[in-house]
């Protein structure tokens, strides 16, 4: 108990810390000495409760509670504030009715319901914490160097790092409370944490700035991720009263276990999925992550990979053993297959590899709720699998695409021509990260290997169609890009020289965890994911991907690894002069064509706009989503009528 409480409380401490110092020096000693205690405090938690699967907690305390109100209504006051100032009234409605709400049933009903466990931790939670403590702070620890630049750049010179950097840890220790709470109005305390820090790293160059320098689009997109995520958030607080009013309990553990016993708690739970679907930015709330990306690059890494968006997931796969052929497992299953299908075509547009980034990251959440929603062990086994690969990958490639930004001055795909030449080192990691996103023998394709094989079990033929084709078109994308980065082109300055040292130890650190945990693949599975389900599920007869597939898969990234090793630097580089179809300039980058102009030699992709443009697959499935949503609270509304649900 102490631990989790230590992970929760330390970094508040390392925030305050940040936001007191002014000094580059002494933010990066916090910084970097903070995030090493927060990775030992994580491990140390995970090997002290990982021989017993896990142990629940009392931590009842009045005092805490107490806390939490003032703190939940304290935020509450500063959202309605900005709200009205930036005249964006209908956050200042979401405000004016979940707050009271929540606040009406705590001292009410909720101040009459009995507590046996606040807190808990279990192998799910021992993947997330591992997540949220390793990913979470190397982005931070990124972002010394990425924010020295960023700050190069701001038009009215004035320093706000310490408060960027104050609510990247404020961030880190939600997202601990969130994992770790087993009373839902604590996590719901947490949650709306999440929902604040995010509307301030988003709106971190519009919001707090004068007139004459405030990024309207940064203001727009906080807000934007804030009411729909407040939206959210009052799904979240409708579903815990009615918890409390038709169980008489708030704790995640007793509804879930009513539940797998065959008591109904279709209602609650399709609330709670609702909040998860906002959190993970499932259509039709996609919009709030895409306009996440006018802020720093570590807020995107931060939002995309390791906490936001994991806060949404973790919730509906915890809610899995309730879910399946409900309507709040319909909901889940086909909002997120939906989802995958209609981003993954959107990134095929897509040229700015920010945005290809996001539409990915959208799609493969889609793909965890799909699984989650089906609620069998074999697609929650896929479903956890893919949050373990996505949090690493999709953190790689952020924080590259961030520092080829800085360093080429475009973060556009098509602009990193020779960006081998250019940038080797970091073009090698994002080779690595592109590989682990789709390739075999790397985690993501077999975790959707194992996803299909789960969905063929449970009969579900739309859900088939939809991974197939949108594994299609995810295959399409990343490939180009794949193209682009190990296209060379002798003559290019070498950039590398010119990124930062903190930028680089993340780089090459998530390429290498990438690469490691592929190869600990059966490892986590038995250890930590199977023990899981048969902790959620019971008994579990068979998963998607059996032990000798995934020992054949790690063998395979064994020799890719070996035969790196074993042949790096042993070849004599041979450069041959390019036939361009003129006459070449000498230096292989540029000719004169048949007009004798001179041409700069560049690859182009294809991006078959007229047929996936984000417009129209944004449109199809925003309307689909959306429809489909409406029709499942209007079910369980009409079913709570009817006494049933």
């Given at each position: 108990m102490s631990t989790i409480i230590f992970l929760i409380v330390f970094p508040l401490v390392v925030a305050v810390a940040l936001l007191i110092l002014k000094a580059d020096a002494a933010r990066d000693i916090v910084v970097k000495v903070g995030s090493a205690v927060i990775i030992a405090a994580s491990i140390y938690l995970v090997v002290k409760y990982f021989s017993s699967g896990g142990q629940y907690f009392s931590a009842s305390n009045e005092a805490v509670g107490t806390a939490?109100?003032?703190?939940?209504?304290?935020?509450?006051?500063?959202?309605?504030?900005?709200?009205?100032?930036?005249?964006?009234?209908?956050?200042?409605?979401?405000?004016?009715?979940?707050?009271?709400?929540?606040?009406?049933?705590?001292?009410?009903?909720?101040?009459?319901?009995?507590?046996?466990?606040?807190?808990?931790?279990?192998?799910?939670?021992?993947?997330?914490?591992?997540?949220?403590?390793?990913?979470?702070?190397l982005i931070c620890v990124y972002a010394l160097g990425?924010?020295?630049?960023?700050?190069?750049?701001?038009?009215?010179?004035?320093?706000?790092?310490?408060?960027?950097?104050?609510?990247?840890?404020?961030?880190?220790?939600?997202?601990?409370?969130?994992?770790?709470?087993?009373?839902l109005l604590w996590m719901f305390f947490f949650w709306e944490i999440t929902t604040y820090c995010s509307f301030f790293l988003i709106g971190y160059n519009g919001?707090?700035?004068?007139?004459?320098?405030?990024?309207?689009?940064?203001?727009?997109?906080?807000?934007?991720?804030?009411?729909?995520?407040?939206?959210?958030?009052?799904?979240?607080?409708?579903?815990?009263?009615?918890?409390g009013s038709g169980l008489g309990t708030i704790e995640l553990s007793t509804m879930l276990a009513y539940g797998s016993m065959g008591g109904s708690v279709v209602a609650p739970a399709l609330f709670l999925v609702f909040a998860g679907l906002t959190k993970a930015a499932q259509m039709p709330f996609d919009s709030w992550l895409l306009g996440a990306m006018v802020a720093p690059t570590p807020t995107s890494a931060l939002l995309h990979s390791s906490t936001m968006v994991k806060a949404?997931?973790?919730?509906?796969?915890?809610?899995?053993?309730?879910?399946?052929?409900?309507?709040?497992?319909?909901?889940?299953?086909?909002?997120?297959?939906?989802?995958?299908?209609?981003?993954?075509?959107?990134?095929?547009?897509?040229?700015?590899?920010?945005?290809?980034?996001a539409y990915s990251t959208i799609s493969n959440l889609g793909l965890i709720c799909a699984c989650g929603g089906v609620g069998t062990p074999e697609a929650v086994w896929a479903g956890i699998m893919l949050i373990i690969f996505h949090a690493i990958t999709k953190c790689l490639m952020f924080l590259c695409v961030g520092t080829a930004e800085h360093q080429i001055g475009s973060r556009n795909i098509e602009d990193m021509d020779g960006l081998f030449e250019k940038l080797p080192r970091l073009a090698g990691c994002m080779m690595i990260g592109i590989a682990g996103m789709y390739l075999a023998p790397f985690g993501?394709?077999?975790?959707?290997?194992?996803?299909?094989?789960?969905?063929?079990?449970?009969?579900?033929?739309?859900?088939?169609?939809?991974?197939?084709?949108?594994?299609?078109a995810t295959v399409f994308y990343w490939t180009k890009w794949l193209g682009k980065l190990s296209a060379t082109m002798a003559g290019r300055e070498n950039l590398q020289k010119n990124v930062h040292g903190e930028?680089?130890?993340?780089?090459?650190?998530?390429?290498?965890?990438?690469?490691?945990?592929?190869?600990?693949?059966?490892?986590?599975?038995?250890?930590?994911?199977?023990?899981?389900?048969?902790?959620?599920?019971?008994?579990?007869?068979?998963?998607?991907?059996?032990?000798?597939?995934?020992?054949?898969?790690?063998?395979?990234?064994?020799?890719?690894?070996?035969?790196?090793?074993?042949?790096?630097?042993?070849?004599?580089?041979?450069?041959?002069?390019?036939?361009m179809n003129g006459v070449n300039e000498g230096d292989n980058l540029s000719f004169k064509n048949a007009f004798q102009a001179p041409t700069e030699v560049g690859l182009r992709n294809w991006y078959m706009e007229s047929y996936f443009g984000e417009v129209k697959m944004n449109v199809i499935g925003c309307v689909a989503t959306a429809v489909l949503e409406v029709a499942c609270i209007v079910a369980v509304a009409a079913l709570m009528l009817g006494g049933i649900a």
């Amino acid at each position: 108990m102490s631990t989790i409480i230590f992970l929760i409380v330390f970094p508040l401490v390392v925030a305050v810390a940040l936001l007191i110092l002014k000094a580059d020096a002494a933010r990066d000693i916090v910084v970097k000495v903070g995030s090493a205690v927060i990775i030992a405090a994580s491990i140390y938690l995970v090997v002290k409760y990982f021989s017993s699967g896990g142990q629940y907690f009392s931590a009842s305390n009045e005092a805490v509670g107490t806390a939490m109100t003032i703190i939940s209504a304290l935020l509450a006051i500063v959202g309605f504030v900005l709200g009205i100032k930036y005249k964006k009234y209908l956050a200042c409605l979401l405000v004016v009715v979940t707050t009271p709400l929540q606040l009406w049933f705590e001292f009410t009903k909720g101040h009459e319901i009995a507590v046996n466990y606040n807190m808990y931790i279990d192998r799910l939670s021992m993947i997330m914490v591992l997540i949220i403590g390793i990913i979470g702070t190397l982005i931070c620890v990124y972002a010394l160097g990425y924010m020295k630049d960023d700050q190069k750049h701001q038009k009215d010179g004035k320093d706000r790092r310490p408060w960027f950097f104050f609510l990247m840890f404020v961030f880190l220790s939600a997202m601990f409370g969130i994992v770790t709470s087993n009373n839902l109005l604590w996590m719901f305390f947490f949650w709306e944490i999440t929902t604040y820090c995010s509307f301030f790293l988003i709106g971190y160059n519009g919001l707090f700035h004068k007139k004459e320098f405030e990024d309207k689009i940064a203001t727009r997109n906080a807000f934007r991720a804030f009411i729909m995520t407040s939206l959210g958030g009052l799904g979240f607080v409708i579903g815990i009263i009615l918890l409390g009013s038709g169980l008489g309990t708030i704790e995640l553990s007793t509804m879930l276990a009513y539940g797998s016993m065959g008591g109904s708690v279709v209602a609650p739970a399709l609330f709670l999925v609702f909040a998860g679907l906002t959190k993970a930015a499932q259509m039709p709330f996609d919009s709030w992550l895409l306009g996440a990306m006018v802020a720093p690059t570590p807020t995107s890494a931060l939002l995309h990979s390791s906490t936001m968006v994991k806060a949404g997931v973790f919730l509906i796969i915890k809610l899995a053993p309730v879910l399946g052929w409900n309507i709040a497992g319909i909901m889940a299953m086909f909002v997120g297959g939906i989802t995958f299908l209609m981003t993954s075509f959107a990134a095929i547009g897509q040229s700015n590899g920010k945005k290809v980034l996001a539409y990915s990251t959208i799609s493969n959440l889609g793909l965890i709720c799909a699984c989650g929603g089906v609620g069998t062990p074999e697609a929650v086994w896929a479903g956890i699998m893919l949050i373990i690969f996505h949090a690493i990958t999709k953190c790689l490639m952020f924080l590259c695409v961030g520092t080829a930004e800085h360093q080429i001055g475009s973060r556009n795909i098509e602009d990193m021509d020779g960006l081998f030449e250019k940038l080797p080192r970091l073009a090698g990691c994002m080779m690595i990260g592109i590989a682990g996103m789709y390739l075999a023998p790397f985690g993501m394709l077999i975790s959707k290997w194992a996803t299909l094989t789960a969905f063929v079990d449970s009969g579900n033929i739309l859900l088939i169609l939809i991974i197939c084709f949108g594994s299609a078109a995810t295959v399409f994308y990343w490939t180009k890009w794949l193209g682009k980065l190990s296209a060379t082109m002798a003559g290019r300055e070498n950039l590398q020289k010119n990124v930062h040292g903190e930028e680089t130890f993340v780089h090459v650190t998530l390429a290498t965890l990438t690469v490691l945990v592929c190869l600990c693949f059966p490892f986590i599975s038995s250890t930590l994911v199977v023990p899981y389900l048969v902790s959620a599920f019971g008994a579990v007869d068979a998963l998607a991907l059996s032990a000798n597939n995934m020992i054949i898969m790690c063998i395979m990234i064994a020799v890719i690894v070996l035969l790196f090793i074993f042949f790096f630097g042993r070849t004599n580089k041979k450069i041959v002069p390019i036939y361009m179809n003129g006459v070449n300039e000498g230096d292989n980058l540029s000719f004169k064509n048949a007009f004798q102009a001179p041409t700069e030699v560049g690859l182009r992709n294809w991006y078959m706009e007229s047929y996936f443009g984000e417009v129209k697959m944004n449109v199809i499935g925003c309307v689909a989503t959306a429809v489909l949503e409406v029709a499942c609270i209007v079910a369980v509304a009409a079913l709570m009528l009817g006494g049933i649900a």
